[in-house]
Structure formats: C-alpha cells, structure tokens
C-alpha cells in the first residue's frame, strides 16, 4: 500500500476543489512573481512548498495512486486531475505532476525493493523529482526501438553513452534520479527486446545537462524541458530495471496511464479558458454591444463547449475501460483520447486568446501558458501520427476479421 485515501472521490473533488479556490487561484500572480525572482530559475519555489504541506496535511496527496496500491481508479482520478489542469503548475502541489507520477508507477510495478527504497519513497513523499530519458534527437524517438543510447555491460557495471533532449525535470534542483532508456542488446533479431531501463542518478559522473530547452519560447521553469548527455556514465549493474530487454515493456507499461493523466489536465485547461471567454464576452463591447451578443462570439462558445464535452465523456469512458480491463486491452480508447483531447484543448484555448484579444496572448492570463502545454502534448508520449497509425490498424483489424 503506498496510499491511504479513505474518503470518497465526491469528498475528494468537493476538498480539492477548496483548495484550489482558497490556496491556488489566489497565488497565481505569486507564483510568478516568486519564479521570477529566483536566482536560479530551477530552483524550489517557496510558495510550492508552502502548499504541498498543505496539501499533505489534508489528504490531498498522492491522488494518482492506482486502486490497487491505496488510491483511486481512474475513472475516479480523472475529475480531480482535470480540476488540478486548471493551472499549469498545480499538480505538484499534490505530487501528481508529470513525469513523477508515471516513474512512481514504473518504479511500483518493476523496481526491486532496494530501488524503491532508494527512489520511490522519496518520490512518494514529495523530498525529491525525477526524469525519464527516452526522446533523442538524432533520430525519430516517436518509434521507442529507435533509441540508440548504448547501455554496455563491464564488469560489474553499466556504462551508458548518449544524446537525450525534452527531458522534462532534468534541470530542476528537486531532480536526483533519472529513468534512462537505451540499448543493451543492438543485435537482437527481436526490436522489441533491444532496449532495456536503467537508473542513473543526476550527480553520477559523466551525465551533462547541456542546455535548458523552450517550446513556444516557453522554459516550463522550475522543471524545464533540457538535452541530455551521458559521456561514458557508469553506474552498478544493480540499476537496471527488471533486467536487460525488457526497456520496451516497462516503457509501454508506463505510458498508458501517463497519456490519459495528460488528456484530463488539458480538459481542465480548455473548460477554464472557456469560463473566463464567457466573463469576458460581458465585460467588453464592440459596436454597441457587448461581445456576448456578436453571433461569432456565439458560435465560438457554442463550439468550444461541444468539443469539451466530447473530449471529456471520452476521456471517462477511457478510464473505466482502463478500470474494468487494464490499460493494455484500452489501448484503443488510449490512442483516441491521445488524438483528440491535445487538439481539443489547443484549438478551444485558441478561440479563448482570441476572445481575450491582445492580452490572451500575454502571461496575464493563464490561456497562452495552457495553449503551449496542449501544443507540445501532440508530440509527448508519442506524436499524433503514431498513435492514428496504431488506432487505424487495430480498428481496421477488428472490423475487417469480420467479413
């Protein structure tokens, strides 16, 4: 058991949603205003850690936790992660941000129990952050077997060379643990059993943080997105997680609820961008009338509600299928709501900054942050194309075994 949540996810919703109103929203101007004052802009924000005390002491901690370890399923995460999506930077008040949340659930279902002593405990109790270093720049990492970091048995040690970028968490001073993915066994007839999973922890010799990244001029700081090199790293062969061949299995186990976790946030992120659309329609008049009254406007609001709706009873159906046959027989649903909810939120928020002329372009709003978020989670966890290929080949296989 690494939960203990007792009450209902009614409770849940109802308290996290308090929390947010009295401890959240109100510190949205302090946040940045703390981010932009720091030293080092990777570095621990005080105002996060005032309200992760918070959060732990009401039991607001650890939501993400599966059913089966103490938590909540998913069908009963999903409203609490959409409620956290409202502000970019939330869920780690809760300890649910990305990509914790998904290396907390490897190290769960594939750590030995040293490693979970080491890493996972930590993890679970907030002190520390951590990364998972999969995407390379060389070659195209939408394909995981791709991957051509070499992991090299020597002695009694692994020495890992390689390039990584858009590894998110790598620059934050939180950060003490990396999840690295390369390969152990290059030869292997079998793409699939190349690759394997090891643990290199951030101050090991050898391991560079290169350079910080942005996407959309974003830096996503304090966790940032960074390039990676690892430059003759040697860690015990202790770390390696589960044993050599099996990168791509833990990968594709990790990834699943990850996805969804992703898709909830997003609809928390467009419905908030359209409540504030709607307050902004009644403060602002052109042409003699208030916005609210332009059919454009209307249709605009009409469309984005629809496409929230949709996006959201997808996501929930997801999550019980998940629930009911576990994420490896949901993969469909997975793959659907993967496509559809990024774009839903990419283009509602857009009709959002709109609205908002000028200024929903500017860190005035939460709008322009959410919109870089839905933008790059078209490529994180596998690009739109990819998973339209698998979805495409699966639902054609299904029907088409009927004839």
């Given at each position: 058991?690494?939960a203990?949540i007792?009450a209902s996810?009614d409770?849940?919703k109802?308290?996290l949603?308090q929390?947010?109103?009295r401890?959240?929203y109100?510190n949205e101007?302090?946040y940045?205003?703390?981010?932009?004052?720091?030293e080092?802009r990777f570095?621990?924000?005080?105002?996060?850690?005032e309200l992760?005390?918070l959060a732990k002491e009401?039991?607001l901690?650890?939501l993400?936790m599966p059913?089966?370890?103490?938590?909540l399923s998913?069908?009963e995460y999903a409203?609490l992660?959409?409620?956290?999506?409202?502000?970019?930077w939330?869920?780690e008040?809760?300890?649910?941000?990305a990509p914790?949340?998904g290396?907390?659930?490897v190290?769960?279902?594939y750590?030995?129990?040293?490693q979970?002593?080491?890493?996972?405990?930590?993890l679970?109790s907030g002190?520390i952050?951590?990364s998972?270093?999969?995407?390379?720049?060389?070659?195209?990492s939408s394909?995981?077997?791709?991957?051509?970091?070499s992991i090299v048995?020597?002695?009694d040690?692994?020495?890992?060379n390689?390039?990584?970028w858009f590894i998110?968490g790598a620059?934050?001073?939180?950060t003490k643990?990396?999840i690295?993915m390369?390969k152990?066994?290059p030869?292997n007839?079998?793409?699939?059993?190349?690759?394997?999973?090891?643990l290199?922890?951030?101050?090991?010799d050898g391991?560079?943080i290169t350079?910080?990244?942005t996407?959309l001029?974003?830096?996503?700081?304090p966790?940032?997105h960074?390039?990676?090199?690892?430059d003759?790293?040697?860690v015990?062969?202790?770390?390696?997680?589960?044993?050599e061949g099996?990168?791509f299995e833990?990968?594709q186990?990790r990834l699943g609820p990850?996805?969804i976790h992703?898709?909830m946030?997003?609809?928390g992120g467009?419905?908030r961008a359209?409540?504030?659309?709607?307050?902004r329609?009644?403060s602002?008049?052109?042409?003699?009338k208030?916005?609210?009254?332009?059919q454009?406007?209307r249709?605009?609001?009409a469309?984005?509600?629809?496409?929230?709706?949709q996006?959201?009873?997808l996501t929930?159906k997801t999550?019980?299928?998940?629930?009911?046959?576990?994420?490896?027989s949901?993969?469909d649903?997975?793959?659907a709501?993967?496509?559809t909810v990024?774009l839903m939120?990419?283009?509602?928020i857009?009709r959002?900054?709109q609205?908002?002329g000028?200024?929903?372009?500017?860190g005035?709003?939460c709008m322009?942050?959410?919109?870089?978020?839905?933008?790059w989670?078209?490529?994180?966890?596998?690009p739109?194309?990819?998973?339209?290929?698998?979805?495409?080949?699966?639902?054609?296989?299904?029907?088409a075994?009927?004839q």
């Amino acid at each position: 058991m690494y939960a203990n949540i007792t009450a209902s996810a009614d409770e849940l919703k109802l308290q996290l949603d308090q929390f947010m109103g009295r401890h959240v929203y109100p510190n949205e101007y302090r946040y940045h205003e703390e981010l932009a004052g720091l030293e080092d802009r990777f570095s621990t924000i005080p105002l996060v850690e005032e309200l992760k005390a918070l959060a732990k002491e009401q039991g607001l901690w650890n939501l993400f936790m599966p059913k089966d370890h103490g938590g909540l399923s998913n069908a009963e995460y999903a409203p609490l992660a959409e409620i956290m999506g409202r502000v970019f930077w939330s869920s780690e008040v809760f300890n649910c941000n990305a990509p914790d949340t998904g290396n907390m659930e490897v190290f769960i279902k594939y750590a030995t129990e040293q490693q979970k002593a080491d890493w996972l405990q930590p993890l679970l109790s907030g002190e520390i952050r951590s990364s998972f270093a999969m995407t390379e720049p060389d070659v195209a990492s939408s394909d995981a077997t791709n991957v051509q970091t070499s992991i090299v048995r020597d002695g009694d040690e692994y020495v890992i060379n390689g390039l990584k970028w858009f590894i998110t968490g790598a620059m934050f001073e939180r950060t003490k643990i990396f999840i690295v993915m390369g390969k152990t066994d290059p030869e292997n007839p079998n793409r699939h059993l190349q690759q394997s999973q090891i643990l290199v922890p951030k101050d090991t010799d050898g391991l560079v943080i290169t350079r910080p990244l942005t996407t959309l001029g974003y830096d996503d700081a304090p966790q940032g997105h960074a390039e990676v090199r690892f430059d003759n790293v040697r860690v015990p062969v202790d770390n390696i997680l589960l044993g050599e061949g099996r990168g791509f299995e833990i990968a594709q186990g990790r990834l699943g609820p990850g996805r969804i976790h992703h898709c909830m946030r997003l609809i928390g992120g467009a419905q908030r961008a359209l409540e504030l659309a709607c307050k902004r329609t009644v403060s602002r008049s052109t042409f003699g009338k208030t916005l609210s009254q332009h059919q454009s406007i209307r249709e605009d609001i009409a469309k984005s509600f629809c496409e929230i709706e949709q996006a959201r009873l997808l996501t929930m159906k997801t999550a019980a299928k998940m629930d009911e046959l576990g994420a490896k027989s949901a993969m469909d649903f997975i793959a659907a709501a993967k496509i559809t909810v990024p774009l839903m939120a990419q283009t509602v928020i857009d009709r959002c900054m709109q609205i908002h002329g000028a200024g929903g372009l500017t860190g005035d709003y939460c709008m322009a942050e959410a919109f870089n978020y839905a933008r790059w989670c078209r490529q994180a966890d596998g690009p739109d194309q990819v998973h339209m290929m698998a979805l495409g080949k699966q639902i054609i296989n299904r029907y088409a075994s009927d004839q």
